[in-house]
């Protein structure tokens, strides 16, 4: 999430609500995600409390065709249109996610790299102990199960940044950090290579985003392409053999991976979504 909080407090708007918590509610409120009945209502009190001062919603929709819960993408929708009639701002992370979702007051957003994009040094590049890194909660809907399958395949140095301790609990062989600090996730992507984040519904968010501006190339994955633009990490409906086996071609040679994760990270710099800032100055 790093790369949106530097958007807004670059923009003066770095008030973020953690969600399970209820302290009260900043002047600027932004939440993120769209699966939590308990976000909405702080969304629809914002803005009762703060009329001068609506919040924004980061959403991530998806399409119901495209993850496991249709019920609850229906639901999120619903929500989403009722959220911008009264008055709440909602900003898409695509232009495909923005025209299921706009219902008069939603925007793109606008993330980009304020760290400098660089081409690593060799030493940089020798410091990238880790060949595969996952991020997110350790789920079947966000590829928990195929990544362990990939890692077991391949045998190759492996790290699991999740949100809670996973049942059954993985291989020993698996280096996995439960509930990481911000600088935590920062540092270990750093050191790692090669994002796998086998969503089945999710191609390019905020996890894969934060993996790129820090230097990890990103294969995309998921069935739903909010953003696609290097052919050659196009692995959508892969299984675990296939993927294992691009895996092991991909860091066999180390000249060209670094170049995909360049072309990945000034293709997402110039993608079309940041030709104008959308963020309210």
Request: aromatic letters at 8%; charged letters at 20%; glycine letters at 6%.
């Amino acid at each position: 999430m790093q790369l949106l909080i530097e958007e807004l407090t670059r923009r003066g708007q770095s008030s973020l609500l953690p969600q399970g918590l209820w302290p009260q509610l900043p002047r600027q409120l932004v939440v993120l995600g769209c699966s939590s009945p308990w976000a909405v209502l702080q969304l629809l009190r914002q803005r009762l409390q703060y009329p001068g001062n609506p919040p924004i919603w980061v959403p991530c929709f998806h399409p119901p065709a495209h993850v496991q819960h249709r019920l609850k993408a229906r639901l999120a929708l619903w929500a989403l249109k009722l959220a911008q009639r009264v008055g709440v701002r909602v900003q898409a992370l695509s232009w495909q996610e923005q025209q299921w979702i706009d219902a008069g007051r939603c925007d793109v957003i606008s993330l980009g790299f304020s760290r400098s994009l660089a081409s690593p040094t060799t030493a940089a590049s020798e410091a990238r102990a880790v060949d595969l890194v996952f991020l997110g909660r350790p789920t079947a809907q966000k590829g928990w199960p195929l990544f362990l399958e990939v890692a077991r395949r391949t045998q190759l140095s492996s790290l699991a940044f999740v949100a809670y301790a996973p049942e059954p609990p993985p291989p020993s062989s698996l280096q996995l950090v439960v509930g990481a600090s911000d600088v935590e996730v920062q540092r270990g992507l750093e050191r790692s290579k090669l994002l796998l984040l086998p969503a089945d519904y999710e191609s390019f968010g905020f996890a894969q985003a934060e993996a790129l501006a820090l230097g990890c190339a990103v294969p995309v994955l998921g069935e739903w392409p909010l953003w696609l633009d290097v052919p050659e990490l196009d692995w959508r409906g892969l299984d675990a053999v296939a993927i294992a086996a691009r895996v092991l071609a991909l860091l066999a040679e180390p000249e060209h991976l670094q170049r995909l994760q360049q072309r990945q990270q000034q293709a997402w710099s110039n993608r079309r979504e940041r030709r104008s800032p959308v963020w309210p100055e």
